[in-house]
């Protein structure tokens, strides 16, 4: 039989230690750019395709994109944040364009706190 190490636990004060030195933004930032990879894998625009395409899981992450850039748009600075809106813009019409019924105006993922959003 192989002898397998024992699992070491998590040094949680070490982790908390180095989130500490993070700054917010970059938190910020980082949620955002992992929010916009999974809708896009979720829409299917990745080398893989309809592979892991799901619009109700694409819809849930923009949406959540949306609100997350929706409160932190005041505590993270327009260089980081227009860049990530037009992310989430393209993540929107990118829905639209894979839904086979159309949402109407407004009513799209995220749309809520961005607004209507048109090709």
Known sequence: MSETPPHEPAD???MARDIAEVP???VIVTVAVNLMSAAAVKLGLTEEGDQHKDLDEARKLVHALAGLLDAGATEISSF???PLRDGLKSLQLAFREASIVP???G???GEKYTGAVFG
Request: glycine share 6%.
């Open 107 to 109: 009513q799209g993922p």
């Open 103 to 105: 949402d109407e105006p």
């Open 80 to 82: 980081h944040a227009a």
């Open 12 to 14: 949680f004060d070490t």
């Open 24 to 26: 917010a933004v970059e």
